[in-house]
Every structure is written in C-alpha cells, then in structure tokens.
C-alpha cells in the first residue's frame, strides 16, 4: 500500500508545478492558527500481527504469527505545522500458532484486544516544500502512551481453552505505540492515511505465555481517511505549505520590477560569461605551457635522465646509467672456492658412519655427530652437497629404488634440520645400480648399501 501511495503521489506532484500565478490557498504569513482548519478527525482499518520489524518470528513466543483484522480511530489538533497532538482508540483481534518448545501443552493462542487508547505526538516531516506550490505527500512518524484492555487465550494441542488471567477477565496494561507512514492530500480537507505502527506493551502477557526476558510487542498497519474539521475555505493547517504563500506575496509586491531584476540578471550572466571565457583561454596556455615543459622533465624509465635526453630509454629499474641514460658496465670479481682436504676429510668421515636400521631410512644415532659437522661445513662454506643412495640386489627392484631415494631424502632432511639451506642439496635414489663390490657375500652387499657424498 505505501509504495503504491508513492507512485500515486508521483503523479499528483507532477501536475502541480505553478511557475506563474499565485497559490489558490494563499495565508498571509504570520497570520496564526485562526486562519488554518487545526482540528481533524480519522478512521482506518488494517492488519493487526505479533509479527513486527524488530524481531525474528523464530524469537517469539509463537512462531507462526497470524494476520487478524484490527480497527479504530483518531482526534489531532495540529498544534505547529508539523508537529500535532493525537487521541487514538483501537480494537482488534491477535492470534498465532507454533508454540515455542518449553510452552508445555500449548499449540496456539486468541487475544482479543478491547481497546486500546493512546496519547501520541505525530510529527509530519514533509509539509514544507520549495519545489511546488502545493504538497500532496506528507510523510509523517508518531510516539505516544496508552493503555490497552485484553483477554489472552490459549489452546492445547487437544483442542481445549484456557484463559490466562486469575479470573477469566481481561487485563488492563500500559503500552507505547511507535510508528511511521504517509497521508495523501485526495480533496481540500481529506487524507489518504497509510500507516504502520510497533506497540510495544510493559508486559510478557499478551499472548498468555511467557518467552524469553523481552516484553510482547504487535503490529498494526492500515489505511484510512483524515477530514478535517471547521470552514472549507481555510486551508488544513498540516498540509498547507507555507513557502508559497510566501512566494505568492513576493511576486505581488515585485512584479513592477520583474524586467529590471530580469535586465540585472542577464547582464551578470553575460559577465560570468565572459569571465569563464577568458579563464578557458587561461587553462588553455598554461596547459600548452605544462606539455612543453613535461618534455624536458619526463622521466618514463626512472633512471634520473630526462626522456628528452635518454638515448637508452626503458632500462630496467635501478640499473645505474651514464649521462645519457645507458646503463654502465658491471664488473663483477671472480670468487673462487676451494675444497680442501680438510673439507674432503669431514665427507669422508660422515660416509664412513653414515648407518641406517635394516630395511629402513632411519639413520642411527651414532651417525649424527658426524652429520653435524658436515652441516656445520656446509654453512660456513656455502658447498652444495649431491647425495646418491644405493641398495644391494636383495628384494625388488622398486623396493630398493624407493629405499635408496628415502635414504638419501632423510640425510638431506637432517642436514637441513640443522640450518643448511634446501637448496644447497640434491638427493637422488639409484636401488641396486651400480654396485661397487660383489653382491654374492654379505660383505659385499653391506658395502653396496650406501649413500655416497659429493661436495662441489
């Protein structure tokens, strides 16, 4: 409903554009309430729900809320033009179903709303308007206090009902009323009243159940007629819009000297004209002025040598060039590094004690102080390492080939534990290739069964 009100009042506004005669509900201004209809009286008729905009059914105490008819009626005295005093009296019916799970023998509940009668402020938001003579569109948003009178009952899953007061009667309790919509100015006096409201009640009982620690709110949203009381040739106070009667006055105490101010103003207008026609030919120079300079200034690659002077543009970031923008010549020093017969020594020894468990590629313990110092060497000294396993001819050519990889894998794995980079060492698995002693005697195939060690 409200977002057809607001297509409706689209329209309205479309065809109330006045450029050129006076306001047909035209107040002087300053003139008071006297002049202005500040009484008016409304009815609506609408939905009333325990579903509101503040909280998940989910969170309620019935989760299947009902929509039910509800109905009532108002007194305003527009005491500002945007700000009035309203009497509200409403009737209804609430209901719902889907019981939360610790409400133990209830399946849905019927309160029937006797009345409800508030006290509220309404506060009109959009009855000044500097776009047209006449607003048709009021937005407005209201707050008060009343008190409600109603009968909550609830039904068990077998049918049977219960009211839920002491004595079968109804209850009386406070509640605040919160809401927001828009009227419709339809005639002179009559409203189009679309609304919604929150009423927010000091009580869990309203449904007869209590959930949760939160007080029980519900909805209502409706649609009504406003009329508004005394004479039909003054304007409604909260929908008169007092900028056009001021504009009204202006053009009756200015029209003898509408040619004048019309003169003025195209004289200055010709004045801007020329002014932004001479900072044109301003921002034209000094943009030649800039294009011409950037020739000399730009510098594409970043090198320090203006294109205009680069004879090597497009040298990659921070190559150090010569005046003319060519990189220089990089003399890089030969380093040598010699492997010693120290060095020879340590690999040997780290062969010589390297042992694994049989079948396996766990090193054993006693390896491990000869690995150290390798590692140490190979930190100090920055050598790559290449590890090559082997196997003896025993069992199956691809069980010795995944042995002999996993064998050397865990040295390097080790070495590297102890700080030497991954990158320094190259492990490789070779099986039963290979051989450098016969594999027919238990001598032979121990000595097969190896990881050998080149430093480079």
Request: with cysteine.
């Amino acid at each position: 409903m409200l977002l057809t009100g607001i297509l409706v009042s689209g329209r309205l506004l479309a065809q109330t554009v006045d450029t050129t005669h006076a306001s047909t509900d035209y107040v002087k201004p300053f003139s008071g309430d006297g002049a202005f209809r500040t009484w008016s009286i409304g009815a609506h008729v609408g939905i009333l729900s325990p579903n509101t905009l503040f909280r998940s059914n989910l969170k309620q105490d019935f989760t299947s809320p009902d929509g039910n008819l509800g109905y009532g009626a108002y007194i305003k005295d527009q005491v500002l033009p945007s700000f009035g005093i309203q009497a509200n009296f409403l009737m209804g019916k609430l209901s719902g179903e889907g019981a939360q799970a610790d409400a133990s023998g209830i399946s849905s509940f019927k309160t029937k709303i006797h009345y409800a009668v508030d006290l509220s402020g309404n506060l009109t938001l959009a009855n000044i308007n500097w776009h047209y003579n006449r607003t048709f569109m009021q937005p407005y948003i209201t707050l008060g206090v009343g008190s409600m009178n109603y009968t909550p009952v609830i039904t068990t899953p077998g049918g049977t009902t219960n009211f839920r007061t002491d004595n079968g009667g109804s209850i009386n309790e406070l509640y605040v009323p919160a809401g927001f919509g828009i009227k419709f100015n339809v005639a002179p006096g009559v409203n189009l009243d679309l609304g919604y409201q929150v009423n927010f009640v000091y009580s869990d009982n309203l449904d007869g159940f209590k959930y949760g620690s939160n007080d029980d709110k519900f909805s209502y949203g409706h649609i009504g007629l406003e009329f508004a009381l005394g004479s039909r040739s003054k304007p409604q106070l909260a929908t008169h819009n007092p900028v056009s009667s001021m504009r009204t006055e202006y053009l009756w105490e200015n029209r003898n000297t509408k040619n004048q101010l019309e003169a003025e103003i195209n004289a200055q207008n010709a004045q801007i004209a020329a002014e932004k026609a001479a900072n044109d030919k301003l921002r034209a120079d000094l943009d030649a002025t800039n294009a011409n300079l950037a020739k000399f200034t730009m510098d594409s690659d970043g090198d320090g040598v203006a294109d205009f002077y680069d004879k090597c543009p497009n040298t990659p970031a921070g190559t150090k060039v010569d005046g003319a923008g060519c990189p220089l010549p990089v003399n890089k020093p030969d380093v040598k590094v010699y492997i010693t017969k120290e060095d020879r020594q340590v690999v040997s020894t780290a062969v010589k004690n390297l042992e694994f468990e049989f079948n396996k590629a766990t090193i054993r313990p006693h390896s491990f102080a000869s690995l150290d110092r390798l590692a140490a060497l190979l930190i100090e000294k920055k050598f790559n390492l290449k590890l090559a396993g082997y196997t003896d001819n025993v069992g199956s050519q691809a069980f010795n080939l995944g042995l002999s990889k996993d064998r050397a894998a865990a040295v390097k794995d080790y070495l590297v534990s102890k700080g030497v980079a991954e990158g320094q060492i190259q492990a490789e698995g070779y099986g039963k290739e290979h051989p450098i002693a016969t594999n027919r005697t238990a001598k032979g195939r121990q000595i097969n069964r190896r990881v050998e060690f080149t430093l480079f």
